[in-house]
């Protein structure tokens, strides 16, 4: 009989390996070496994908972490075999310049080729100011991020963008002079390995959405799937106006789930996650995980707590929450789940859950062959006649 090592993926579970539904692995919520283990375990389970979230500081004080997400990714993308690493998300916005995160993630992609993937957003107020930086408005970050998005695939060698030139001539040296972020005969000695590192952008407006389908390879929202539809929609007809194919483009959900037997223990597990619903959060100026705090407790009710946090007893629900989210038109999901007894959710997933998306998958798969052989019989059929 066969032993599997840590890392190892068990034959028997090949069959659940399939691209639509990824793990999420929150830094804010566990330490360094918890998350490692998560994600160990949910390899074995079925799961090739990992996104997972880079702070500074997280959205709650009491029990909380920092850890530094670049680092976690490479340990554990060492005691994995092929599980794939994407941000959720990097922001480009001040405490991280565009130029040293191409550097982090061409050097992550040489470590690991095919297996990194660099998710950026507008950041919040909690990952920049407590660092010294003014908080600016919405507009500017916005502008900020695509400037480093132009930055980032000149040194990667995928393009210039407005204010950038990629000196082929020059030995790859590249000069960058945008609004804000300026770059002078700038090369990366240490280039990806791959041929492409994908970059997705987070959004959950008109504005940044449109930047998603104009310079990245897809977008990344935690909205829900009745309210994702109008962004959808502005995705894929902002893509085709930058003479893109929105269907080459991913529309990547994140879906947040806890589960247990008990549902009270489920529910006061999803408390961490409080003032991620503070109204108008992601333009607030609060930075103080302790201020947080307070004033989710005092402002956010349980019952807007339990619209954003899937809570169940029954590990089973997620598939039908799963299935909306693809019916409308997403194609990933990244299970975000805050579960008191997060290893025995990761388990009663991959058991229960993920069989039935792969088996959703070869279905789909077989319909189309039988589709294509039927054309292709009538086309034969016609053309004898």
């Known amino acids: ?25 929150a830094q804010e919520q566990y330490s360094l070496s918890q998350l490692l283990e998560f994600v160990v ?27 530094f997400t ?9 005691r994995t075999k092929k599980m794939h690493f994407t941000t959720g998300v990097t922001a480009p916005v001040y405490r991280y ?17 095919g297996r990194i993937g660099l998710g950026l957003g507008t950041s919040e107020a909690m990952n920049e100011t407590p660092l010294g930086f003014k908080w600016p408005s919405a507009k500017v970050r916005l502008v900020r991020t695509r400037e480093a998005i132009e930055i980032i695939k000149s040194l990667w ?20 002079n945008g609004a804000h972020y300026h770059i002078h005969k700038a090369k990366l000695y240490t280039p990806p390995a791959s041929h492409h590192i ?4 987070a959004a959950t407006g008109s504005q940044s959405t449109k930047v998603a389908a104009q310079y990245t390879d897809g977008l990344i929202t935690y909205l829900k799937p009745d309210k994702a539809k ?59 995980p302790r201020k947080l705090e307070a004033k989710a407790k005092q402002e956010v009710p349980d019952e807007k707590l339990k619209e954003s946090v899937q809570v169940t007893t029954s590990i089973e629900e997620c598939i039908g929450s799963i299935e909306k989210y693809l019916k409308a038109g997403f194609t990933k999901v990244y299970v975000h789940s805050t579960s008191p007894e997060e290893i025995k959710f990761i388990q009663t997933f991959c058991k229960k859950v993920l069989p039935y998306f792969s088996n959703r998958e070869r279905r789909g798969n077989s319909n189309n062959v039988k ?14 006649a």
Request: proline share 3%; hydrophobic share 35%; charged share 25%.
């Open 1 to 25: 009989m066969k032993h599997h090592q840590k890392g190892d993926i068990p034959d028997e579970v090949e069959v659940h390996n399939m691209n639509k539904i990824g793990y999420w692995a």
């Open 157 to 176: 060698k995928e393009g210039g963008g407005e204010g950038g030139e990629n000196d082929n001539n020059n030995n790859g040296f590249v000069t960058y």
């Open 70 to 78: 670049w680092i976690w990714i490479s340990a554990a993308a060492e």
């Open 198 to 201: 994908p970059i997705y952008l």
């Open 371 to 384: 589709k294509q052989t039927t054309l292709e019989y009538n086309r034969g059929s016609a053309s004898s």
């Open 41 to 67: 375990e949910a390899e074995k389970g079925g799961f090739i994908s990992t996104m997972t979230s880079d702070h500074f500081h997280p959205w709650w004080h009491d029990s909380a972490f920092g850890n």
């Open 230 to 288: 109008e962004i959808l929609s502005q995705f894929d007809k902002a893509a085709r106006a930058s003479g893109r194919n929105p269907q080459s483009l991913e529309k990547i959900a994140e879906y947040k789930v806890s589960y247990s037997e008990d549902y009270d223990r489920a529910f006061e597990s999803t408390n961490f996650w409080r003032a991620t619903l503070i109204e108008n959060i992601f333009n607030s100026k609060i930075a103080d």
């Open 97 to 113: 310049h565009p130029a040293i995160i191409a550097q982090a993630f061409a050097s992550l992609d040489t470590l690991y080729p």
